[in-house]
């Protein structure tokens, strides 16, 4: 089951926004992030709002949910007033891929349509390998995109089991070279690690996979066991294990030694790139606090301090949208506390740290007190910024406790 969206106030069906919220857009980065929430089957570990063709039935389809995105770019165009060309498009999910080159094509072009795409604008899809080709990546190439993102998870056949993927072992590999070959410079291979029954022999043949795909960008993360899913109902059956922390940490190390041993270095605490360039655009524009303009059903956006979500089920939100209405459900307008809360618990997660002066009094406090502890990187904090040392990284919520206390 799709996750439940948070409880806040109604949000006006115009979709305006306070004048605040639109003061200075365009002189920081805009990112536009569009949910497809189609998926083929519903892997056992997923929480996000998608839909498998049984779930929906006649009720929506991607057609019908196109111009819905459609309508909710222009929408968005007028919210805005003078919107500004958009800098990073991340089609995500669900499964964009299953869209394929047309729908995607269809995707960019509302979106130009609607806003623009600055001169080097990132644009990047999500996809499963499955729902690939080497004709596929050759013609959202052509279209426009210009980073593909791939989940992986794992090469071990037993681990993709539990995990419920449907790829074969070595799908993501092959899809992550055909997408070279059609001229994508940037790919990312995503990974769980964690999983019940993974051992470390299976994790050391996933890395091998993806250092032998030769992709500039990894994603790697502990699996988590939302409530809800498939994968948490056997866990509390008790036919699986929960993720145990120790092995846990112990994977994460080994990922990151294995990737930086290669020349992929972490830039934020579940992220290793091979340079500046290959590193993902839009996702950082979140870990900032920039702005951005979430489109789809159950997509959530953030100008200027104002946050807003939409509804979560397609039929919904393109009903929304013909009747001329904002599809948000919800939306919140953050005080400059809540920025700054909001500013310390992503920043920290980056390798190029927290300003200091993000930290009240106590926060100082206890960024020496960290430090202290091997937690932040001593030096970076006597010049200004809070760094998590390798063990700091692996603690990283509890650092954050500790710099808001």
């Keep these: 089951m799709p996750s439940a969206l948070p409880v806040a106030d109604p949000a006006p069906a115009d979709g305006s926004l306070p004048a605040s919220a639109v003061d200075g857009l365009g002189e920081r980065p805009f990112g536009m992030y569009v949910h497809v929430p189609f ?20 009720s929506a389809s991607p057609a019908s949910w196109l111009e819905g995105l459609r309508r909710e770019l222009d929408l968005a165009a007028s ?19 299953l869209l394929g080159v047309d729908g995607l094509s269809s995707v960019l072009d509302a979106v130009r349509a609607s806003f623009g795409l600055a001169p080097d604008a990132e644009v990047t899809t999500e996809s499963n390998p499955e729902s690939t080709s080497a004709a596929f990546f050759a013609g959202i190439r052509d279209a426009g995109y210009t980073r593909v993102s791939l989940g ?29 070959s059609a001229g994508f410079e940037h790919v990312n291979l995503d990974v ?15 890395l091998d996979a993806v250092l032998s795909a030769g992709v500039d960008h990894v994603s790697a993360y502990a699996l988590i066991v939302e409530d809800g899913t498939a994968l948490a109902r056997r866990v509390k059956r008790g036919e699986l294990p929960a993720p145990d922390d120790d092995v846990l940490a112990s994977y994460y190390e080994t990922i990151d030694t294995a990737l ?20 993902c655009r839009h996702n950082i524009i979140y ?5 951005w303009w979430g489109a789809g059903p159950g997509a959530h956006s953030h100008v200027g301090g104002v946050r807003w979500w939409n509804v979560k089920h397609p039929a919904k939100y393109a009903a929304e949208l013909a009747a001329g209405r904002s599809p948000a459900a919800g939306r919140e307008t953050l005080s400059l506390e809540d920025r700054r809360v909001e500013r310390v618990l992503l920043e920290i997660r980056l390798a190029a740290g927290l300003p200091t002066d993000a930290l009240d009094p106590a ?20 010049a200004g910024r809070c760094i998590l040392t390798p063990r700091g990284r692996l603690l990283a919520d509890a650092v954050v406790h500790r710099l808001l206390p």
């Design 39 to 58: 998926c083929a089957v519903r892997c056992g570990y997923c929480d996000f709002n998608t839909y498998t063709p049984g779930e929906l039935g006649s």
């Design 79 to 97: 919210v805005l007033g003078s919107p500004p060309a958009v800098d990073t498009v991340f089609v995500g999910g669900g499964t964009p891929s």
């Design 152 to 180: 992986m998870q794992s090469a071990a056949p037993h681990v993709l089991a539990v995990l419920d993927r449907r790829h074969t072992p070595g799908r993501p590999v092959a899809a992550a070279r055909e997408a070279f």
């Design 192 to 206: 769980i690690y964690g999983t019940p029954g993974e051992r470390l022999s299976d994790l050391s043949a996933s």
């Design 260 to 279: 930086s041993a290669a020349g992929l270095h972490w830039y934020e605490v579940s992220n290793w790139a091979s340079s500046e360039a290959a590193q």
């Design 287 to 291: 870990w900032q606090g920039g702005d």
């Design 363 to 382: 926060g100082l406090a206890a960024a020496s007190a960290c430090a202290s502890d091997g937690l932040l990187d001593p030096s970076a904090l006597a």
